[in-house]
């Protein structure tokens, strides 16, 4: 098996991504605080991903490791290709009279929480290429 190909890797990947764009949205947002009529942008990506995996309640994802496998008919490897995050603009509120809805406190809270999340999504990473490098060691 392919490390390219590894649906974990890649889910991991296209999360960090996500998280980056999120990153770069908040530095945006934060950086034009005194712009009049600016609205600041957040990053959709979660959402997309929860649709697209199967819901785990109703049964256990299959892996198909072997050409003699049965085909799982779940799509979940070709979507990720597709998964990516999508930046919209937020227009519900407005706080200030010129117009920029842009919220310093709220943006750090964003921040911070994109920071965790980035961390542990690495930390998943890391340990999943860790576990793929020992079983290639003792495969030899």
């Given at each position: 098996m392919s490390i390219a190909k590894?649906t974990t890797?890649?889910?991991l990947?296209?999360?960090?991504?996500?998280?980056s764009?999120r990153?770069?949205a908040?530095?945006?947002?934060v950086?034009?605080?005194?712009?009049?009529?600016?609205?600041a942008?957040?990053?959709?990506?979660?959402?997309?991903?929860?649709?697209?995996?199967?819901?785990?309640?109703s049964?256990?994802p299959?892996?198909?490791?072997s050409p003699?496998h049965?085909?799982?008919?779940?799509?979940?490897g070709?979507?990720?290709?597709s998964?990516?995050?999508?930046a919209?603009k937020?227009t519900?509120?407005t706080?200030?009279r010129?117009?920029?809805?842009v919220d310093?406190?709220?943006e750090?809270?964003?921040l911070a929480e994109?920071?965790?999340?980035y961390?542990?999504?690495s930390?998943?990473?890391?340990k999943?290429?860790a576990?793929?490098?020992?079983?290639?060691?003792?495969s030899?």
């Amino acid at each position: 098996m392919s490390i390219a190909k590894d649906t974990t890797l890649r889910l991991l990947e296209k999360g960090l991504d996500a998280l980056s764009a999120r990153q770069t949205a908040v530095a945006n947002n934060v950086a034009n605080v005194e712009t009049p009529n600016y609205k600041a942008v957040d990053v959709k990506f979660e959402s997309y991903l929860r649709k697209m995996l199967p819901d785990s309640s109703s049964s256990l994802p299959l892996a198909r490791t072997s050409p003699l496998h049965l085909d799982n008919s779940g799509r979940l490897g070709a979507d990720i290709d597709s998964l990516a995050p999508v930046a919209y603009k937020r227009t519900q509120n407005t706080l200030r009279r010129d117009g920029n809805n842009v919220d310093v406190e709220r943006e750090m809270v964003i921040l911070a929480e994109t920071a965790l999340r980035y961390q542990a999504i690495s930390t998943l990473a890391s340990k999943k290429l860790a576990l793929l490098r020992m079983v290639a060691q003792e495969s030899r």
